[in-house]
């Protein structure tokens, strides 16, 4: 009798611990925690991640869909490793939370290999819509072209990444596919194989980067192909100019990044200061790429967001933040302080701190007292204007950015 309760005993253990090495049946999504979040990263290509509040009614809304577009997809693809669907407590997992900047209730994000995507999920918000989003990030996000003619007929605007390779068994491949999948967003790959690629190939593997409206003035990427960071990071530099322009094309999908804007409203013809500011941004705040989007608008199209800053045509080139609630003026002449005592990245370090927003509510924050005498009580003009409260305009941007009617948002400030 005793030997057979110490069987079962053995048996319900191994159960148990069996159980408890495999995930969450098909119908659930995993919790995720500071303490597995990486390990859960780690043994997926894929980690779709909902974060959200209990206290949220939209992410109480979006719990069951969630849940029923997780079960809808493992289904499709079953084999472990491919794809996980997860969700984060943010009131209970606070140091996740920030680590990914959550500023809105529910997020969603994906992570390809351990990375968050850029953009995250902003699309429809049904059982249909979250799986066809899955399954889009699980093609091949390189195409393959197959003739010499086809190299020529790739699309003219876009930023275009071309591999030259052997055969798809070879190493340089795999890396450039594993950096094809991170960046699938942001450029078009492609790739040629064998006789197709051999003319391009000379004697071995080559990744070359076309600019938008260019034939054959390709840049070559110089470096180790199976280097997968520096590979990363040259094909990142060429797919995403630190400095962009912003049109009444791209204007909304800008705005779907989510990050401020720092733009420099100019004349067409004066592309001797977007120059300088793409040098200056280069300069001081390489730092801030993940955190601002540089932008440069044609001031003579862009002229509401002028009007709306008090300025006109007359006054290009001008500098400004939208932080999606209030714009602020840089506070001095951009052609002779743009380079200067890095006063660029002071106006940024100010969005960030909240001086700009705090400023406008409460007025310039005081300096230090000068030292006062009997004989010099009288306050001048300047120190009561500075206790005057500042008033910059509301955003132009404002009503691209994400809706209170399907978010609950952490701050004001985006």
């Known amino acids: 009798m005793e030997r057979r309760q110490y069987c079962l005993l053995i048996a319900a253990a191994t159960l148990f611990s069996?159980?408890?090495?495999?995930?969450?049946?098909a119908a659930d999504t995993i919790q995720l925690t500071e303490g597995?979040?990486?390990?859960?990263?780690?043994?997926?290509?894929?980690v779709f991640v909902n974060f959200y509040a209990d206290w949220c009614r939209f992410s109480q809304i979006l719990a069951p869909v969630f849940d029923e577009s997780s079960k809808k997809i493992k289904e499709e693809f079953p084999n472990p490793?491919?794809?996980?669907?997860?969700?984060?407590?943010?009131?209970?997992?606070?140091?996740?939370?920030?680590?990914?900047?959550?500023?809105?209730?529910?997020?969603?994000?994906?992570?390809?290999?351990?990375?968050?995507?850029?953009?995250?999920?902003?699309?429809?918000?049904?059982?249909?819509?979250?799986?066809?989003?899955?399954?889009?990030?699980?093609?091949?996000?390189?195409?393959?072209?197959?003739?010499?003619?086809?190299?020529?007929?790739?699309?003219?605007?876009?930023?275009?990444?071309?591999?030259?390779?052997?055969?798809?068994?070879?190493e340089g491949y795999k890396t450039y596919m594993r950096v094809a999948s991170q960046l699938r967003d942001d450029c078009p790959f492609y790739a040629a194989f064998g006789p197709v690629a051999e003319a391009e190939r000379n004697g071995a593997d080559t990744i070359a980067f076309r600019p938008p409206n260019t034939h054959r003035q390709d840049k070559i990427f110089t470096?180790?192909?199976?280097?997968?960071?520096?590979?990363?990071q040259w094909i990142f530099d060429k797919c995403v100019p630190l400095v962009r322009e912003i049109t009444f094309e791209n204007a909304e999908e800008?705005?779907?990044?989510?990050?401020?804007?720092?733009?420099l409203f100019h004349?067409?013809?004066?592309?001797?200061?977007?120059?300088?500011?793409?040098?200056?941004?280069?300069?001081?705040?390489?730092?801030?790429?993940?955190?601002?989007?540089?932008?440069?608008?044609?001031?003579?199209?862009?002229?509401?967001?002028?009007?709306?800053?008090?300025?006109?045509?007359?006054?290009?080139?001008?500098?400004?933040?939208?932080?999606?609630?209030?714009m602020y003026v840089f506070p001095h002449s951009v052609k002779e302080n743009i380079a200067k005592s890095a006063l660029l990245k002071q106006f940024i370090d100010d969005l960030h701190s909240g001086k700009l927003h705090r400023e406008f509510h409460h007025g310039p924050d005081p300096t230090e007292p000068p030292q006062i005498t009997d004989d010099t009580k009288v306050m001048t003009n300047n120190d009561q204007d500075a206790k005057q409260?500042?008033?910059?305009?509301?955003?132009?941007?404002?009503?691209?950015?994400?809706?209170?009617?399907?978010?609950?948002?952490?701050?004001d400030e985006l």
């Open 18 to 25: 069996v159980l408890s090495f495999f995930e969450p049946s």
């Open 36 to 46: 597995n979040i990486q390990s859960i990263f780690a043994r997926h290509e894929l």
């Open 81 to 170: 490793g491919k794809i996980a669907f997860g969700r984060v407590d943010c009131d209970a997992e606070t140091s996740v939370s920030s680590s990914y900047h959550i500023s809105k209730y529910p997020t969603l994000k994906l992570f390809r290999n351990g990375q968050a995507v850029k953009k995250e999920y902003r699309g429809q918000r049904s059982v249909d819509a979250l799986a066809e989003y899955i399954r889009e990030q699980l093609r091949d996000p390189i195409q393959e072209v197959k003739t010499s003619e086809g190299l020529d007929e790739l699309e003219a605007k876009k930023r275009n990444i071309i591999g030259y390779f052997a055969d798809k068994e070879s």
């Open 223 to 232: 470096g180790a192909i199976t280097n997968y960071d520096h590979l990363q």
């Open 254 to 263: 800008l705005t779907e990044e989510g990050l401020p804007f720092l733009i």
């Open 267 to 326: 004349h067409p013809d004066d592309h001797d200061i977007v120059e300088k500011f793409t040098a200056e941004v280069s300069k001081q705040l390489l730092s801030e790429k993940n955190n601002v989007n540089f932008l440069t608008a044609d001031g003579l199209k862009f002229t509401h967001p002028l009007h709306h800053l008090g300025k006109s045509t007359n006054d290009l080139p001008v500098l400004a933040i939208d932080s999606f609630r209030h």
């Open 389 to 411: 409260p500042t008033s910059p305009p509301e955003s132009t941007f404002k009503k691209l950015k994400p809706s209170r009617n399907r978010y609950t948002l952490v701050r």
